[in-house]
């Protein structure tokens, strides 16, 4: 079993930043694939970011490049979702996933799932 527990959201007006955290436990993560999903209101959940536990690959959805940056850290078994120049249309909940294949980019690619954080991005 798996377990994801993320922290890090909350409300940041427009341009600012905010660095999400999803701690692993419960089994070695060393060919998993960890991702980072946003849901907005009345919209489907997305895929953000993705990272390769072993070998460190990255991917981002086009809307968040330049902009988000994924990284981990293997000593602690998290994840992190740095999140520069925020826009409105980022506010959503983020859920941390952990799946098997590179780049699983739908949610039923992924096996475990934490409870999400509420990131808002307003004036």
């Known amino acids: 079993q798996v377990q994801l527990v993320e922290s890090g959201g909350g409300l940041v007006q427009p341009g600012g930043s905010l660095r999400l955290s999803c701690a692993a436990s419960?089994?070695?993560?060393?060919?998993?694939?960890m991702g980072w999903f946003r849901q907005a209101p009345g919209k489907e959940r997305e895929l953000v970011a993705a990272i390769r536990w072993s070998g460190g690959a990255t991917y981002y959805a086009d809307s968040v490049k330049g902009r988000f940056t994924i990284s981990r850290d293997n000593a602690k078994n998290t994840v992190y979702l740095q999140m520069n120049g925020l826009k409105p249309e980022d506010t959503a909940v983020y859920s941390c996933?952990?799946?098997?294949?590179?780049?699983?980019?739908?949610?039923?690619?992924?096996?475990?799932w934490g409870q999400g954080t509420q990131v808002t991005v307003s004036s």
């Open positions: 996933a952990v799946g098997y294949l590179w780049v699983g980019a739908t949610p039923s690619e992924y096996d475990y």
């Open positions: 419960g089994r070695t993560f060393s060919t998993y694939t």
